[in-house]
């Protein structure tokens, strides 16, 4: 599975920015999709998650200022992200989870897109 980011860029304190992540395979196929941000000198964490099932985690720190979601007709995984803070400067990432049955776990990383927020 390849995965193409965009969206990201330069915003002020309290806009808003949509990314989204296309993948090479139909989104259906894809069992967990994942954005996950890495500011500079600090870990990768998790953003958000949507399971195939229907269900939707988000990081403490985003939720209820971010949504996620897919499109399956577009291949796509969206992050609405609206209320932004310095805090939410980072690189993010979107990643894909692929459980064929009987095996282990697949993982797909795609390139990265820049959100800097400006105080």
């Known amino acids: 599975v390849q995965l193409q980011a965009s969206g990201g860029g330069l915003v002020q304190t309290g806009g808003s920015l949509r990314l989204s992540c296309v993948a090479s395979e139909p989104i259906s196929r894809i069992n967990i999709l994942t954005w996950y941000r890495q500011a500079p000198g600090k870990q990768r964490e998790l953003v958000a998650s949507?399971?195939?099932?229907?269900?939707?985690r988000y990081s403490d720190s985003v939720r209820g200022r971010f949504v996620i979601s897919r499109d399956n007709s577009e291949n796509t995984v969206n992050l609405q992200m609206t209320g932004l803070k310095p805090q939410d400067t980072a690189v993010y990432f979107c990643n894909a989870v692929v459980i064929p049955p009987g095996s282990l776990p697949q993982d797909y990383w795609g390139q990265g897109t820049q959100v800097t927020v400006s105080s």
């Open positions: 949507t399971y195939n099932g229907g269900t939707i």
